[in-house]
């Protein structure tokens, strides 16, 4: 690498759900320097943004908010075109904007190359797969490679959250002490309400079935 220095600064892809802000503690744990991107692409909810900055501001982190209003042009469907419905065809979910995550965690290199960060911290999950192949293990270590070549760096992705099951991803903020934190302040319900959300919405199925599962867990122990 010439001489070049390794640092310990990490860019978390962030966005303001239950996954990248318990990466970001995760990060804040293990690394220096954090800094924090997220990705603005006419998500149904402008508050998704909102929620990510007063995060980052709770931590004093430096966010990096980056247009990418252009992915509407690739896929005017239920995530971005607010009059259609969120259902699933054929095990994928129809706010599937093809190559998303690839586009995302390219962006995400190119600002760790400006920033300085060796490391990218990203909440995909393998176990909750939805049918995003870009969010697949071996697509992150394809990705992480290319990454290195494009630009002749060392990057290293991580992927806290890649194996974990909600209620470990639950068990993992608790670890880090944010369990209360992660779930105050985050949003991941589709009908954009904070915290424990509309309580039916998939995504609030899923984020609060692992909770009741891990709280029940952590009560007998
Ligand atoms: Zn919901």
Known sequence: MNGQLLNDKALVVFSGGQDSTTCMFYALKHFKEVELVTFNYGQRHALEIEVAERIAQDQQLTH??????????????ALTDHTMAITAENDIPN?????RNLLFMS????????????HIITGVCETDFSGYPDCRDIFIKSLNVTLNLSMDKDFVIHTPLMWLDKTETWALADSLGQLEYVRNNTLTCYEGIIADGCGTCPSCLLRNNGLNAYMKERETK
């Open 64 to 77: 990096h908010v980056l247009d990418m209003s252009l992915l509407a042009q690739l896929a005017p469907n």
């Open 107 to 118: 962006f995400a290199g190119a600002l760790a190359y400006q920033i300085g960060a060796r």
């Open 95 to 99: 706010t599937f904007v093809p190559a």
